[in-house]
């Protein structure tokens, strides 16, 4: 059973910084995608970054600000969040797309959520 345990959310002041974790345990042959998605209260859960090897790809409203990187050897994947607004307030959940051994076909896993209060 492959499992993600999210760590790093908090509150913090317009203009702040919040670094999030995410780790897979778990058996795992490959991970290909690994994102970060966000859910405000009512709305959507959205992407927010996503990297597939070394290629990345980011919601326009955190361009220049949040920055996605993985470390393959610990199953992990982060997201560096600078400048935050108030509007960045969520959960923030992180996704990833894996292969066990022996299969050829991928699976996603979800993570439980942390909490980024952005707020004076």
């Known amino acids: 059973q492959v499992q993600l345990v999210e760590s790093g959310g908090g509150s913090v002041q317009p203009g702040g910084s919040l670094r999030l974790s995410c780790v897979a345990s778990?058996?795992?042959?490959?991970?290909?995608?690994m994102g970060w998605y966000r859910q405000a209260p009512g709305e959507e859960r959205d992407l927010v970054a996503a990297?597939?090897?070394?290629?990345?790809n980011y919601a326009d409203s955190v361009k220049g600000r949040f920055t996605i990187s993985r470390d393959n050897a610990k199953n992990a994947v982060y997201l560096q969040m600078n400048s935050l607004k108030a509007e960045d307030t969520a959960v923030y959940y992180c996704?990833?797309?894996?292969?066990?051994?022996?299969?050829?076909?991928?699976?996603?896993?979800w993570g439980q959520g942390t909490l980024v209060t952005v707020s004076s």
């Open positions: 996704k990833i797309s894996y292969r066990r051994f022996f299969a050829s076909k991928y699976l996603e896993v």
């Open positions: 778990g058996i795992i042959a490959s991970i290909n995608v």
């Open positions: 990297i597939s090897g070394d290629t990345t």
